[in-house]
C-alpha cells in the first residue's frame, strides 16, 4: 500500500473522486443492486450534455469532466519525482526525450493506444506555433517508441513531467489535422488548419458512441445531471477492483446541488470541510487528508488594451490592489486559500529548486499588500497623470477595462474585491460574470483583465521580472482536500486512507512506477 500523501496530483484526485458516487442516487439514470456503487461530484464541472473532448477548443471543453475517462499516463510530484503505470520508459539524453509505450493499452472501441496517439498530439500542440514551441520536432521511432526533441538541451525533470500525452488525441480522430498541417505551405496554410482544429467539436454523446475513452470506467449513460459508468472489464486493472459502476455529478450552480446532497450524507466521497464548515456536516463524515496539490488563481491582463500594454501601467496594478483582501473574499467563499509571495507561476516553496536561486534573485519584488505610493510613481513614470481621482494617459485617455470572471461566487466575489481596488485607485473597471461561455471569452481574448487559474507545479515556466511576459498577476494558492463516509465497512475497505486516488479503487492497488 502506497502511504505517502505527496504522491498524490489534482489528476488522481478528480480520476478517484469519479469513483465515488453512490446507492441513494440509484434510481436516477440506472437500478439494481448498489452494493458495489459509488457516488461523487466534481468540483467546478458542467453538466456533460454542454461539454465536448476537442482539447484544443478552449469553448466548453470538457476540462475536469474528460479526466474520469482518458487513462493517465504519467503523475509528477512536489518533489520533482515522476512516475507512471502508463509507459514503459521515459529517458533523456540532452535535447532528445523517449517514451516508450505498453501494448496492454487500448481505447473503449477497442483501438491500441499507440505511440502514433502520442505522435500526433503532440505535434498538433507544436504546429500550431512551431516558432514559440520549445520542440523541435518529434519522431515515431516505431508502434510504440517516439522521440521528443527539444529545440535546446532540457532538464530530465522537467523533460519527464511534460511527457504526459497520449490519450487525450485519439490518432482515429487528430490524423487528418496532422497531416493537413504536414501539407500546408506557409504560416497562412497552417493558420487554416489551426482555425478547423479550434473549431471541432466532439460532443459526450459521440464520444462514447465512438468509444475514444479509456479509463477504468466506462460511460453507460448520462444526462444533464450525472453520469453513469460500469467497470469496463478489457482495463488492464479491471480484475483489482470490487466497484463494479460509478456515478459522477457536476457541481454546477456554484455547487449547490451538491452541497445539498454533501449536508445530507447521499455522497460516499467530496471535499475538504473547513472548520467553520464543520457543524453543517453529519459527524460520520470525517476529512481523510489534504492533498499535496497547488494551484494559483490569477487575473490575465490583455495587452491589446493601450493601458496593459504599457508595463509600468501593469506595475501598478500589482502594487495598488491588496492581495489579503482579495483571499479574505475567497475564502469566505469556502476556498482553501493563501495570498502568493512571488510572482514566478509557481509556489514559493520550491521556486529556488526549478528556477534557480541566482534567477530569483534577479526577480522584482512586487507588493502583497496595497501600496499605492509605489502604484502612483508606476503610473507617473508611464506619463500618466490623476485629474479628480481618475488616471490619464498621455494622450487624453481614461483607462476602461472589461474584468471578466466566471460566474461562481469563488470567482466574482475575489473579483469584485480586485475590480473595487482597481476603480479605489483610479482605474476604470467594470466586473462581468460569465457563464458556460466563459472559456470561449478567453479564447477569443475578449476582455481586458481575466480571471484564471493553473496548477501551480514546476512545469509552469517564469519569466524575469525586468520586462519578460507575465502569465498574469498571481494572487493565491489554495489545497486541495478530501472528505468521505465512514460509516459504511465496505466503502472503508475499499477507499483506504492512503494511497493514489485513482488506485483506492482496486483491491490491491500496484506500485507506481517512479521515475527520477
Known amino acids: 500500500m502506497i502511504k505517502d500523501h505527496s504522491h498524490l496530483s489534482r489528476r488522481h484526485f478528480v480520476g478517484a473522486s469519479a469513483g465515488t458516487l453512490a446507492a441513494t442516487l440509484a434510481g436516477c439514470v440506472g437500478g439494481g443492486d448498489n452494493s458495489a456503487e459509488f457516488v461523487t461530484a466534481f468540483e467546478g464541472g458542467r453538466p456533460p450534455t454542454e461539454v465536448h473532448f476537442n482539447p484544443w477548443n478552449a ?32 529517458s533523456v539524453d540532452g535535447r532528445e526525450v523517449t517514451i516508450e509505450f505498453s501494448d496492454q493499452w487500448t481505447f473503449w472501441n477497442g483501438n491500441d493506444i499507440t505511440a502514433e496517439d502520442y505522435f500526433i498530439e503532440a505535434e498538433l500542440w507544436r504546429y500550431q ?108 486493472w479491471a480484475d483489482e477492483t470490487d466497484l463494479e459502476q460509478i456515478r459522477v455529478l457536476p457541481n454546477i450552480e456554484s ?46 491582463l490583455n495587452w491589446n488594451n493601450e493601458h496593459l500594454a504599457n508595463r509600468s501601467v501593469r506595475r501598478a496594478i500589482i502594487s495598488a490592489i491588496d492581495i489579503p483582501s482579495i483571499i479574505d473574499a475567497a475564502t469566505q467563499t469556502g476556498m482553501l486559500a493563501s495570498p ?50 481618475e488616471w490619464i494617459s498621455p494622450d487624453g485617455n481614461a483607462t476602461d477595462f472589461t474584468v471578466i470572471t466566471q460566474s461562481d461566487v469563488s470567482q466574482s466575489q475575489p473579483t469584485k474585491v480586485f475590480t473595487d481596488h482597481l476603480n479605489a485607485f483610479g482605474l476604470n473597471a467594470e466586473m462581468e460574470a460569465v457563464g458556460q461561455d466563459y472559456y470561449s471569452r478567453v479564447q477569443e481574448w475578449e476582455f481586458d483583465i481575466a480571471w484564471m487559474w493553473h496548477v501551480a507545479s514546476q512545469r509552469v515556466r517564469a519569466e524575469r521580472g525586468d520586462g519578460g511576459r507575465r502569465p498574469g498577476l498571481l494572487l493565491a494558492g489554495s489545497g486541495v482536500g478530501v472528505r468521505h463516509r465512514l460509516d459504511v465497512a465496505r466503502r472503508a475497505a475499499v477507499l483506504a486512507p492512503h494511497g493514489v486516488l485513482l488506485e483506492r479503487l482496486l483491491r490491491s492497488p500496484r506500485r507506481r512506477r517512479h521515475q527520477r
Open 340 to 389: 502568493t509571495q512571488v510572482q514566478t507561476g509557481i509556489r514559493e516553496t520550491i521556486e529556488d529548486q526549478y528556477l534557480g536561486e541566482d534567477f530569483v534573485d534577479q526577480l522584482i519584488e512586487y507588493p502583497v499588500e496595497a501600496d499605492e505610493e509605489t502604484a502612483i510613481a508606476y503610473m507617473e513614470d508611464a506619463g500618466y497623470s490623476r485629474e479628480d481621482g
Open 255 to 300: 455547487g449547490t446541488q451538491v452541497e445539498q446532497l454533501e449536508k445530507s450524507d447521499k455522497l460516499d466521497m467530496t471535499q475538504y470541510i473547513t472548520e467553520s464548515q464543520r457543524s453543517e456536516y453529519p459527524d460520520n463524515i470525517e476529512n481523510i487528508y489534504e492533498l499535496s496539490h497547488y494551484n494559483c488563481q490569477k487575473y490575465m
Open 59 to 90: 469553448s466548453d471543453y470538457a476540462q475536469t469532466y474528460s479526466i474520469y475517462w482518458t487513462q493517465e499516463t504519467l503523475a509528477t510530484h512536489s518533489d520533482g519525482s515522476v512516475s507512471t503505470d502508463f509507459f514503459e520508459d521515459i
Open 129 to 236: 506555433d512551431p516558432e514559440a514551441s520549445p520542440f523541435e520536432g518529434h519522431e515515431l521511432v516505431d508502434d510504440y517508441t517516439v522521440k521528443r526533441i527539444y529545440k535546446d538541451e532540457v532538464s530530465p525533470v522537467i523533460a519527464k513531467s511534460n511527457a504526459g500525452l497520449g490519450t487525450g488525441a485519439p490518432k482515429s480522430v487528430f490524423r487528418e489535422y496532422y497531416e493537413r498541417y504536414e501539407d500546408a505551405g506557409g504560416e497562412s496554410a497552417r493558420q487554416s488548419v489551426t482555425e478547423d482544429l479550434l473549431q471541432l467539436t466532439i460532443d459526450t454523446e459521440e464520444f462514447v458512441e465512438e468509444g475514444y475513452g479509456s479509463s477504468l470506467f466506462k460511460i453507460e449513460d448520462f444526462n444533464s445531471s450525472e453520469t453513469l459508468a460500469t467497470k469496463w472489464e478489457d482495463h488492464p
